[in-house]
C-alpha cells in the first residue's frame, strides 16, 4: 500500500522528544542533586539510632556496679556473717532498677571448719520482699567456687569486675547477666561478691523503641552470645549500623527493618520529582495534542465505530490521510462483510442441522418403536428355540442402533450447550449395584473375571447427576468389555479432597488389546477411534470418549488414559460430586400386574406404533380405545370415561401438547385422567413443554415395557381414581397367588387398613364362589375381619394352604 506519510514514524518522533526531555530532566535533578546529601543524612540518622539504644542499656548496666561496689564493701568490712547479712539485706530492700539478687561468697570453709559453703546471697522479688537464698550452700550441687563467674575473678585486683555470658534463669525463665568482683579483708583475699541483672526491661525498651522507628535490632554479648535480636533481616545493599559500648564490650547492630536506605532516598527523590510535576505536565499536555490529532482521535473514532458494528457493519469515518489507520479501516470493512457472509452460512447451517437431530431422532425412533414393540410381543409367545434366539438377536440390534441414536444426540446437546446436569440426591451403592448386575453377566459370557473395589463408605449419598454418572460408567465398562477378549475388567471406587471440594474417582481397567501412544489423545476426539479397523470389528460411532470428557468437563473433573498395546487400558475419571445426608428412598410397589375393568385411550397417528402400544395394554389387562390426532382425542374425553391416556406429541390437526393442555383445561373431574407423554422426540425443550401442559410423565419411544410397567405403578392411586374398590374387586378376576403375596408384604410392613382390604377380598371371593375349604376358611377370615388384627404366621401358613388350588 501506498502511503504518503507514515503514522508510525509520526508517533515515535512525538513521544521520542517528550520521553528525552523527561528523562534528562529528572535523572539529572535525581542523580546529582538530591541523591548523595540524602543518602547521607539517612545514614547519619541510623547510626544515631544505634547509639541512642546503646546508651539506654548501657546506663542502667552501668548504674547497677555501684550496688556491687556496696556489696563488696561490705565483705571488705570483715564483719561476722549475722552482721553482712543484716547489712545486705538492708541493702537490697532499698535497691531498684534491674539488679535483682546478689550477695557474697566467702572461701569454702573460711567461715565454719566443718562446712565448706557458708553463701549470703540475696534476691528481691517483684513484690519487693528480700529472701535469702541458700540454694548454692549444697555440696551435692558441686560448690559455687567451681562456677565460671566466681573462678574469673579470684585473686583478681581488688574493683576488677567480671561480666558473664548472657543466660536465662532457670527459675523465673527472665534473661540474665551476672557480674563478679573479689573482696579482700586484710590484704587476703576472702571471696567473691556478685549481682545478678535482669534484661527484661532493657529488652522491652530496645523492642518498644525498634517497632515505634521501624527498626532491626541485634545486641550481643562479650562472648558473641545474642542478648536480644529483634525483626532484624540482612538483605542486600543494606546499611548496618554497628556500636561496641560499656565496659562490658557488648555490640549493637541496627537496621532499618521496614525499607532500605536506597528506598527511604527513592521516597524522598519522588518527593522532589514531584516539584517539578508542572512541568512535567507541560510535557505531557504538548506530547498529548499532538498525538491525539495523528493518533488517539482517529483510533478513538474506529474503537467507536466498531463498537457499534459488534452485530455487524463496516466502519463508515471520514478519513483521508493515506497511512495504516486508513489501511487498517479499509481491511476490516473487508473482512467483516466476508466474515457476515461467514456467519449467515453457519447460523443456517446450525438452524439445518439442529432441525435435522430433531427430526431424524422422531423420525428413526418411530419405526423402532414398532421394531423393538413387536420383538418385545413376540418373545412373550410360544417359540421355538431358535425362534427365539434369532429374535433375541433382532431386538439386541434394534437396542444397539437405539444406542448410537442416543450418543449422536447427546453428543449434540453438549456441543450446542443444551445439556444440563440434574442435582438430585442418590446413594452410590445404587450405582455400584447395577453396574455389578449387569457387567458381572457380560463378563461371565466372554470368559472374564470383573471385579468391583470400593474405597467408599456404603452409606456415602450424592447430590449430583445420577444419570449421567451412569452414562459415564457404562460407556466405559462398555469399551472395556468390549476391547477385551481374556483376562478380567477391574472397577476401583474412591474419593480425594482438592481445595475443599471432593471428588469422586473412577478407575476402569481391562486386560484387552491396548491402545497405542500415538492414538491416546484423538480417542476423545468426536467420531475417532484409535484405529479405522476398530469400527468395522467392534462397532460404534466414536462418541462414547467423547461424551464422557465432555460429561467430565461439565462435573469439574477429568478423565485420563494409561495403555500399552497387547497389555490393557485404565482410563481414570475425576467428578466433583457434592457429599449428603440420605434421603429417603421411593419404593414404588408393584401391588397389580392384572388391570381388568380399566379404559386406556391410546392417541396415536402411526399405526404401527397404536398395535404395538395396544398390545401391551391389552395384555395387561386394559380396554383399549384408539384415535389418531389430538382433537379426536379432545372428544373421545369430552364424551367418555377413560382411566389413563398415552398421548403422542406429533400429530395431524392438534398436537399432543395442544390437546393434553384443553383436557386440563375441562370444568369436571376427567381434567384429572392420568396422562402418559408417548413421543420419539426427547429434546429437552419437548419435554419440558409436555410436562408443563400436564401430562403426568413421560415414556419414551421405543416404549420399553419394564419402564410402562414401573409408571403404572408408579401413578396407580391415580389410575384407579374413577374406579370404586367394589368395581375393581367385581371387574378384577380373582388371584389368589397375587392377594397372598399382597397380604405378606401388608402384614410385614404392619399395614392393618391393607391387611383388612385384603382378607374383605378373600372373603368376598369365598363368599361368591363355594369352595372345598369353604367353611375352614370362614373359620380363619371371620375372626380376624371382625378383631382387625394382622394374621399370625399359622394363621397365614393355613390361609395359603386352603388358597392354593384357587
Known sequence: ?????????????????????????????????????????????????????????????????GVLQSIVSIGNSGGTQSQQAVA??????????????????????????????????????????????YAWDNPASGGYDKESWYTSVVDNPLGSVSWSAVYIDPFTHVKMVTASSPYYSDDQFRGVATIDISLETLIDFVRK????????????????????????????????????????????????????????????????????????????????????????????????KVDDSKEGGIIDIDYRRNDEIKHLVDTFNEKTVFLEQEKKKAQASTRAKSAFLATISHEIRTPMNGVLGTAQILLKTELSDEQRKHLKTLYDSGDHMMLLLNEILDFSKIEQGHLELERAPFPLESIIGSINSVYYTLCSEKGLTFKIYNDISKDRWYLSDKARLRQVLFNLLN????????????????????????????????????????????????????????????GGTGLGLAIVKQIAGLMNGDVSVQSSVGVGTTFEISLEMEPCSPASREVIECRKHDYSGLKALIVEDNRTNTIIIDSFMSGKGFQCENVEDGQQAVDAIKNGQYDLILMDNHMPNKDGITATAEIRAMANERADTLIFGCTADLFRETRERMLAAGVDCIVSKPIDEKELDDMLSRYFDKLYQFKSSQEVMESTPFNAEQQLISLYIAVENENSEEVQQILNTIHHYAHQQPLQNDEQLRETLVPLIQKKVL??????????VLLKDC
Open 791 to 800: 394374621p399370625s404366621t399359622h394363621e397365614l401358613d393355613v390361609l395359603t
Open 479 to 538: 469399551n472395556a468389555v468390549k476391547f477385551t477378549s481374556q483376562g478380567f475388567v477391574d472397577i476401583h471406587f474412591n474419593e480425594v479432597t482438592l481445595d475443599d471440594r471432593n471428588f469422586l474417582t473412577i478407575k476402569v481397567s481391562d486386560s484387552g488389546i491396548g491402545i497405542d501412544q500415538s492414538a491416546q489423545q484423538k480417542i476423545f476426539n468426536p467420531f475417532e477411534q484409535a484405529e479405522s479397523s476398530t469400527t468395522r470389528r467392534f
Open 209 to 304: 523503641h525498634a517497632e515505634e522507628h521501624g527498626l532491626g535490632v541485634l545486641v550481643r554479648d562479650s562472648f558473641g552470645e545474642v542478648v536480644l535480636e529483634h525483626n532484624f533481616k540482612v538483605a542486600e545493599d543494606i546499611h548496618i549500623s554497628q556500636q561496641e559500648f560499656g565496659r562490658f564490650q557488648w555490640t549493637i547492630d541496627v537496621v532499618n527493618a521496614n525499607r532500605l536506605v536506597t528506598e527511604q532516598v527513592y521516597d524522598l527523590v519522588r518527593k522532589v520529582e514531584m516539584g517539578i510535576v508542572p512541568i512535567m505536565l507541560l510535557c505531557v499536555l504538548f506530547g498529548y495534542i499532538l498525538i491525539n490529532r495523528t493518533i488517539i482521535a482517529p483510533i478513538t473514532l474506529i474503537a467507536k
Open 88 to 133: 545486705l539485706q538492708s541493702l537490697f530492700s532499698v535497691v531498684d532498677g534491674v539488679t535483682i539478687s546478689g550477695g557474697l561468697w566467702p572461701i569454702p570453709y573460711s567461715i565454719d571448719a566443718t562446712n565448706a559453703y557458708r553463701s549470703l546471697f540475696f534476691n528481691r522479688a517483684s513484690d519487693g520482699l528480700v529472701d535469702q537464698i
Open 1 to 65: 500500500m501506498d502511503k504518503s506519510s507514515s503514522l508510525k514514524r509520526k508517533s515515535i518522533f512525538a513521544l521520542g522528544m517528550y520521553l528525552a526531555f523527561v528523562v534528562a530532566t529528572i535523572g539529572t535533578v535525581t542523580y546529582l542533586v538530591v541523591e548523595p546529601p540524602v543518602r547521607d543524612q539517612l545514614v547519619l540518622n541510623l547510626d544515631s539510632r544505634s547509639k541512642i539504644i546503646s546508651s539506654q542499656i548501657e546506663s542502667p548496666l552501668e548504674r547497677s556496679l
